[in-house]
């Protein structure tokens, strides 16, 4: 018995330092964001600097969409994504708002970049412009297949982001969801 409570803890306690880990490599990839963005700022300025981060991360979004290849449907997809977030979702804190054969909306609570740039002390302004360059990731990684769009967190009253995935062109021969 006492080996087996020994082994359920080493198991917790091993979760518990992935998670952490995981963490602390996204929180690296948040700072490493900030960094080059405001290098580039500082060399190219504003508009460019923004121009060419975005197109960066847009393209590598597009590649890496590629490289996974997610399912089409809208059903699969959400399992998919939903399976696909780090440590069960416990970073995200997804909440799956509607589900229907075009349309897959969810809330996230939280976001371990943006939690990292709070972290790191950024303002929430620059919080929030950090999230808008990041998010163009998300627009090529989802984008090279739905209609995607984001509601930021800092234009919402609950601090909490919603991304909304469609079918291009309304495809209603794709299957519902249901959760």
Known sequence: MRTRKRDMDREKEGMEKL??????????????????????RKELGGEKASEIFKQALFRHGVSMAELLNFPREMEKFKD?????????????????????????VIRFARCPLKDAWRMYGLGEEEVADMCEHADHFDLGFFGSVFDYTMDLWSRRPDDRCVLTFRLKGGDSRRSGCTF
């Open 19 to 40: 998670r952490k880990d995981l963490f602390t490599a996204l929180a690296n990839r948040a700072l490493i964001y900030t960094s080059l963005l405001r290098e580039m």
């Open 80 to 104: 998919w994504l939903l399976d696909f977030l780090p440590a069960g979702g416990s970073m995200h804190e997804p909440e799956v708002v509607s589900c229907n054969q075009e349309e897959l």
